[in-house]
């Protein structure tokens, strides 16, 4: 059974940086495309942006300027990194494996997310 | 792409049939996802593909569409069904989800 779990500050000022990391089990870091997505309180889903461990990551780009995502091969996990933070940013960040299901792919499973605030 | 998903709110009772739709700004073939997502829980895939239900999703979910216009159609709702709803296009990178349709009691 596939896990992600997501972790990090809960809590992050105001121009600073947000890392996450989300941990996996139960597959290879290797054989999918991971992904983070958000949430903010009370609206929809932003996909955020994707990662495959032997290649370059592909960013959404209304975030492309201020993100890294990043991969840990020998810690099965992957990593987001969001500079310049602004309440805006405040939300629920999910991290999920892309699968490619049927004609297409989707997101299956997903993390249980983390709230992450930004306030000083 | 754009995606415009409706209604944003839907009232509705136990045992009635519902249907929640997702347009999208560019044809993406079939290329529609389906998420259910319950208070404080990550989103569930539902169904993938526009109309295949993922393993283990009851037959009253069905899905239908192609190209720009989709709809997530729940039968005979059941009181575990009571949650939001949120379709995501996978045709392409950036992946867009709908504003969600929160399904009520």
């Known amino acids: 059974q596939v896990q992600l779990q997501e972790s990090g500050p809960g809590l992050v000022k105001p121009s600073e940086t947000l890392s996450l990391t989300c941990s996996v089990s139960?597959?290879?870091?290797?054989?999918?495309?991971w992904s983070w997505m958000r949430q903010p309180p009370g609206k929809g889903l932003e996909w955020i942006g994707y990662?495959?461990?032997?290649?370059?990551?592909t960013y959404n780009s209304s975030l492309e300027s201020r993100l890294t995502i990043s991969v840990d091969v020998s810690n099965n996990q992957f990593s987001l990194k969001l500079t310049s933070l602004t309440a805006a940013d405040t939300a629920v960040y999910y991290c999920?494996?892309?699968?490619?299901?049927?004609?297409?792919?989707?997101?299956?499973?997903w993390g249980p997310g983390t709230l992450v605030t930004v306030a000083s | 792409s754009q995606m415009t998903q409706s209604p944003s709110s839907l009232s509705a009772s136990v045992g009635d049939r519902v249907t929640i739709t997702c347009r999208t700004s560019?044809?993406?073939?079939?290329?529609l996802n389906w998420y259910q997502q319950k208070p404080g829980k990550a989103p569930k895939l539902l169904i993938y593909?526009?109309?295949h239900l993922q393993t283990g999703v009851p037959p009253r979910f069905s899905g239908s569409g192609s190209r720009t216009d989709f709809t997530l159609t729940i039968s005979n709702l059941q009181p575990e069904d009571f949650a939001t709803y949120h379709c995501?296009?996978?045709?392409?990178?950036?992946?867009?989800f709908g504003q969600g349709t929160k399904l009520e009691l």
């Open positions: 139960g597959a290879s870091i290797r054989s999918y495309y």
């Open positions: 995501q296009q996978s045709s392409h990178t950036p992946y867009v």
């Open positions: 990662i495959f461990y032997n290649r370059s990551p």
């Open positions: 560019q044809a993406i073939d079939i290329h």
């Open positions: 999920a494996r892309e699968v490619p299901i049927g004609p297409t792919v989707g997101f299956d499973p």
């Open positions: 593909a526009a109309s």
